[in-house]
């Protein structure tokens, strides 16, 4: 069975940090693009971050580039997200998505075959 399991959400204060992980089951991400996405409460889901199936390219939203980092952990089989600075418009579901996309395709989450069940990052004093 193919699975994505996310973790690492939680409830932080504004200018805190939060890791995400994302593991794979089934099968084995480096043959896939791995997306990071986010939807608020009203919102549609917007992309916040991906990495090509060799890890080797990157890709951020504007509004997270230099706060956020995407990173691949093969011999895991998992996924991360480093968020730091983390600010009170961050709060959302967070999902992990894997495809066999373009990699300039890898922000738009209708590529994507595979999804996990989200985290919940609530980002609040």
């Known amino acids: 069975q193919l699975q994505l399991v996310e973790s690492g959400g939680g409830l932080v204060q504004p200018g805190g940090s939060l890791r995400l992980s994302c593991a794979a089951s089934?099968?084995?991400?480096?043959?896939?693009?791995i997306g990071w996405f986010r939807q608020a409460p009203g919102k549609e889901r917007e992309g916040v971050s991906c990495?090509?199936?060799?890890?080797?390219?990157?890709n951020y939203a504007g509004s997270v580039k230099g706060r956020f980092t995407i990173s691949i952990d093969n011999a895991k089989n998992t996924v991360y997200l480093q968020m730091n600075s983390l600010k009170p418009e961050d709060t959302a579901v967070y999902y992990c998505?894997?495809?066999?996309?373009?990699?300039?395709?890898?922000?738009?989450?209708?590529?994507?075959?595979?999804w996990g069940q989200g985290a919940q990052v609530t980002v609040s004093s």
């Open positions: 998505a894997a495809g066999r996309l373009l990699f300039s395709r890898c922000m738009l989450s209708g590529r994507y075959d595979y």
């Open positions: 089934g099968f084995t991400l480096d043959r896939y693009a």
């Open positions: 990495i090509s199936s060799s890890g080797r390219s990157t």
